[in-house]
């Protein structure tokens, strides 16, 4: 039996973001959608996490940021992009700064829609990303 | 037997007269390795004669007494005092060597000093086997050290005059004195000792003569000086009293009358001899000598023989009020000795503290005056002065090598220096980790304060609780930082390669020595330490330590732990680079990406719990409570009766 | 059943105990915050994915030192129960916690040593009890075992009224519970990333919350040492002092190491001191 399944925990990277998709992912820890129901936890430590939820997009600073926390992180593990400059670039996609979005520096498995994402589809994300991590593991055991 | 003791006391002389002529390394090595071959091999040979028996008296061949050779030998030291005194501008210490030297010519003069009995000469006991063992093979293996120590030393201080000569012969010296000392049962001769003792100590303090050492070596003498006063003044007080002067029927039993004075003023002497507040500040200054001095005054010599007057008085002092008082300076000194350890930043001087406060626990054992106590404090002089000796070699060692004495700056140990912490870690494991050593001599003492009635016996607790919890903390700093991992370059890695091998020699067997001990724990004390403690005490049958085989094979496991991870860790290959630093990547020399470009290193440093507890004052604190205590026990001891 | 077998018992029982009281927790904690908070199971959950992920070794030493950390937090619980002296076990209790903060400090990173020194601090704040508070027990019932101070017709609690108030405090410390969680940053709270399980990954966060859960129960039979006149009793009280605990670390941020080590200092000196002090003057 896998317990990824059951004890996803996760770490939020918040890269180029208008902070809208951050406070929509903080929205899923609160009463209301209580996503610890799940074993989800939010760690803030890529040695603990095994998804590495990323909102906003990455620019010429915080590349290295978002290789050195994705290098950190214990296999298995997967990425969310969450929210439209997660995923492409977003509004932001012709500043001059952005390189688009988070696939540009690390693989992502699963991308989630929305300007801001709602915090149901980032549920639903997470839920696809443990999906992605179980495959994963049973590749690599 | 005798001639064996003999030789302990005499041949040391003779090797260091020998050495003050010889300024040649090439020669005086060679010496001091078979000299202290010699001593280290007529030791145990002493103690092999001895068997395991209780006390034996004996005097010297054809009932030779002293007599006019002590006062020799006092006026010999005296004038060395005030020749030396005078000529660096100092008055106290000849003046209080010439009032001890009045004292000892007016009961001569006046015929008043008793007579020593020529068959009782000296006392051997298991106590005294114990002293032997550990000057003997310790204090030798100090001398060992110091021959590659002292090379380096001087090469890395150009500035200081090398005397070599003089520094080994007095080593010697002291050896010799130590062995007098622990086996002399007429209490003249074992002044003269003594007085030895003090004077060696004292030269080895101000063995670099900057005007520093110079004012900590006087420092030294002074203190000592005023113990050795009243040690002389507890002779006179015995001396009109027609008791006699032989020390073991003096401590037979609990003392009362002018015995108690004495046995008052006697510990006043063991007291400062042992570095306990308010006396304490004269072993601190004895940190800035080279480190074989430091070892050997920690370890095996000096304060040891302090704590030994201590341990002897104890059946005297046993359920007196004056025994009480004499915990009370004990237990005060480690307290307030541990509360000022945490905030030091100095290893040398962390190591002090740790001392004084370990012999405190000694002196707080030894004036309860109890069997089980007696027995607490002879296990720490045995494990104290095993991991006490290696510790300090280790950190001159260190010392010499990364020319540092800061704590902070021994950080990543074990990857610089992989072999010397394996040695570093054997060493603390010895003094702190093992739950036996010093850990199970806290257990057993807070067991024994247990009984003592009244208010005292809480206050002992209290102590005890808050004092090992403080101990606990600086010995963590101190692990921390030798554990602590990094990569290194070559040049790194070549600096443990230029230790020499009469370093390793000496602080491996101390290495080896404290596990050993550690594991045979419960043979010396079933077989030694127990009997001694009965015999002491003319105390029935008891056993003092239950250790089922099991048990032990655990707590084994816990000193050979950290050793044996340094060992095998110390030749892994891993990534040093990968730990978490908020997303910014650093690289393996712990040099990491700044916010605005550019790149910092990152150092990491111990809390020394500035804000909440000041060390120099705690340290002022401490040597007014103890010294009042100290003046009440005297007090008590000379009114009271 | 002879003391040994409580003791084997204990490296099997106490984890399930203490893992049990860890989802408990979560759960009453998520209650409290309006929320329903995750299955009662979920520790064991956590601790099996632990297991099952890679572990990331930043250096060689700090598996093994989290594994002696894990070995003698086990063995206090073994020792205690199978009849070693009271006091000696408080030196054992001190030395596994030791061992964590070792792992800890080895990292050389920087959360990972602010968390390891904070760790010494609480460790220097809350020993000082255990070693009194063993010592009281052991002056109280003239006993010097587990089983020993059970079968004593003393009344602990009622004559250790001082320790119990210091205990609840010191346990704070010792649950990690806010205001005193200083050092690790339990899950809701992340001051200083994870304070000294920041560089530990995969089976070596298991190793500490393993210990974690031993720890749990050693301090649930102390509880039962204090109760000591009936066991299910002391369960109780352990069940209130363990909710009072879950209470405070909600509704209260975390205190600076400073504020810890003097107040647990001196709750330690006034109310058990205070308390150790009366006995011995009462039983002359
Ligand atoms: S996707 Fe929209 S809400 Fe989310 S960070 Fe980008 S701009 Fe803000």
């Known amino acids: 039996m896998s317990f990824f399944s059951r004890s996803p925990w996760i770490l939020h990277y918040d890269g180029s973001s208008c902070n809208g998709c951050d406070i929509e992912v903080l929205a899923c820890l ?85 300007c801001a994402a709602r915090p149901e589809s980032i549920i639903d994300g997470v839920v696809q990303g443990i999906a992605a991590l179980e495959a994963k593991r049973k590749k690599t055991a | 037997m005798t001639s064996l003791i003999a030789f302990l006391i005499a041949f040391p002389i003779v090797v260091g007269t020998i050495l003050l002529l010889i300024t040649r390394a090439s020669i005086r090595n060679p010496i001091v390795l078979v000299a202290s071959a010699a001593i280290a091999a007529a030791s145990v040979a002493t103690v092999v004669t001895f068997g395991n028996g209780d006390g034996v008296f004996f005097g010297l061949p054809g009932g030779i007494v002293p007599g006019q050779a002590l006062l020799a030998a006092e006026i010999a030291i005296t004038a060395l005092i005030v020749v030396i005194g005078l000529m660096n501008r100092r008055i106290l210490a000849p003046i209080m060597a010439i009032a001890q030297l009045a004292i000892a010519l007016f009961l001569e003069v006046t015929g008043r000093m008793p007579e020593a009995d020529p068959q009782r000469l000296f006392w051997f006991d298991r106590l005294s086997m114990v002293m032997i063992l550990v000057i003997g093979l310790i204090g030798t293996l100090i001398c060992v050290n110091a021959i590659g120590y002292m090379h380096d030393y001087h090469r890395s201080n150009p500035m200081i005059k090398g005397r070599r000569n003089v520094f080994f012969s007095i080593l010697f010296i002291f050896l010799a004195g130590m062995f007098g000392l622990v086996v002399s049962n007429y209490l003249p001769m074992m002044l003269v000792f003594w007085e030895i003792t003090t004077v060696c100590s004292f030269l080895l303090i101000g063995y670099t003569r900057t005007p520093e050492t110079i004012g900590y070596a006087f420092k030294a003498l002074n203190m000592n000086l005023l113990g050795g006063l009243g040690f002389g003044l507890a002779i006179a007080l015995l001396a009109d009293q027609h008791l006699g002067l032989d020390f073991a029927k003096l401590m037979a039993g609990p003392a009362s009358g002018t015995l108690l004075a004495a046995v008052a003023l006697l510990a006043f002497a063991g007291i400062t001899k042992s570095a306990q507040m308010p006396f304490s500040s004269w072993l601190i200054g004895a940190m800035y000598a080279p480190s074989p001095t430091s070892a050997l005054l920690h370890s095996s010599t000096m304060v040891k023989a302090g704590v030994f007057l201590l341990l002897r008085l104890s059946p005297a002092m046993s359920g007196s009020t004056v025994g009480y008082l004499v915990t009370f300076v004990g237990l005060g000194t480690f307290l307030f000795v541990s509360l000022v350890a945490v905030t030091e930043q100095n290893t040398k001087k962390v190591l002090a503290y740790s001392t004084i406060g370990s012999l405190g626990l000694i002196v707080g054992c030894a004036g309860i005056g109890t069997p089980e106590l007696a027995w607490v404090g002879v296990m720490i002089i045995i494990f104290h002065a095993l991991a006490k000796g290696l510790l300090f070699l280790v950190v001159g060692t260190i010392e010499n090598r990364l020319y540092t004495k800061d704590m902070e700056n021994f950080d990543t140990l074990l990857s610089r220096l992989p072999r010397v912490s394996v040695l570093a870690l054997a060493g603390i494991a010895g003094m702190f980790i093992a739950p036996f050593g010093i850990v199970v001599a806290k257990w057993a003492a807070i067991r024994a304060f247990l009984l003592v009635p009244g208010g005292q016996g809480a206050v002992m607790i209290l102590i005890m609780a808050f004092g090992s919890s403080l101990t606990l903390f600086y010995w963590g700093k101190l692990l921390i930082k030798v554990l602590s991992m990094r990569s290194i370059s070559d040049y790194e890695r070549s600096i443990e390669r230029r230790i020499s091998r009469y370093e390793w020699f000496t602080e491996g067997a101390l290495a080896v020595g404290v596990i050993a001990v550690t594991a045979s724990i419960g043979l010396i004390s079933d077989r030694v330490v127990g009997p001694y403690a009965l015999s002491a005490f003319a105390a029935g049958p008891q056993t003092f330590l239950n250790i089922e085989p099991a048990m032990l094979v655990v707590m084994l496991a816990a000193v050979l732990f950290l050793p044996l991870l340094a060992v095998w860790a110390s030749t892994r290959k891993f990534d040093a680079a990968d730990f978490y630093t908020s997303g910014r990547s650093a690289n393996a020399s712990h040099v990491m990406g700044a916010a605005l470009g550019g790149s910092k290193s990152v150092t990491l440093r111990n809390y020394y719990l500035e804000g909440v507890i000041n060390g120099a004052m705690m340290f002022r604190v401490g040597t007014l409570a103890c010294g009042a205590i100290l003046i009440a026990m005297v007090t008590v001891g000379m009114v009271v009766r | 059943m002879t003391p040994a077998v409580y003791g084997v018992l204990f490296v099997f029982l106490a984890p399930v105990f203490g893992g049990l009281l860890a989802g408990v927790d979560r759960r009453v904690s998520a209650r409290m915050q309006g929320r329903i908070g995750p299955p009662l199971l979920q520790p064991f959950y956590d601790l099996g994915k632990l297991l099952q992920k890679q572990a990331r070794q930043v250096n060689p030493v700090v598996e093994p030192l989290l594994l002696g950390h894990v070995f003698f937090m086990a063995v206090s619980g073994v020792l205690l129960l199978s009849g070693t002296d009271l006091i000696f076990i408080a030196f054992v209790f001190a030395l596994a916690a030791l061992f964590l903060v070792l792992a800890a400090g080895s990292v050389n990173s920087p959360y990972s040593f602010a968390g390891a020194e904070r760790e010494l601090v609480v460790l220097l704040a809350s020993e000082p009890f255990f070693i009194l508070m063993m010592a009281a027990i052991c002056k109280v019932t003239g006993a010097s075992t587990y089983a020993g101070v059970l079968a004593s017709p003393q009344l602990v609690a009622v004559q250790l009224p001082g320790v119990l108030l210091a205990f609840l405090l010191v346990a704070t410390i010792k649950l990690r519970k806010s205001p005193f969680d200083i050092s690790t940053s339990h899950h809701p709270h992340q001051e200083l990333v994870s304070g000294l399980t920041t560089d530990m990954s995969g089976r070596m966060l298991a190793y500490v919350e393993l210990a974690h859960w031993y720890e749990s129960a050693l301090l649930c039979a102390f509880m039962v040492l204090l109760f000591n006149w009936s066991v299910p009793l002391g369960l109780l009280a352990f069940a209130i002092a363990y909710a009072l605990e879950v209470l405070v670390d909600n509704s209260t941020s975390r205190a600076k190491w400073q504020l810890v080590l003097r107040s647990t200092w001196a709750a330690t000196l006034v109310f058990s001191g205070g308390n150790v002090l009366a006995l011995f003057l009462l039983s002359r």
């Not at chain 1, 095994?50 to 997967?78: A, C, F, H, W």
């Open chain 1, 30 to 114: 609160t009463p209301l959608y209580d996503v610890e129901r799940f074993g989800v936890l939010n760690t803030g430590n890529p040695k603990h996490a095994d998804i590495l939820l990323v909102t906003g997009s990455v620019n010429e600073r915080n590349i290295e940021i978002v290789e050195n926390l994705y290098r950190q992180m214990p296999d298995p593990k997967v990425v969310v992009a969450v929210g439209a400059c997660a995923c492409s670039g977003g509004i932001f996609a012709r500043a001059y700064n952005i390189q688009g979005g988070i696939d540009k520096v690390i693989p992502v498995d699963v991308y989630v829609p929305g």
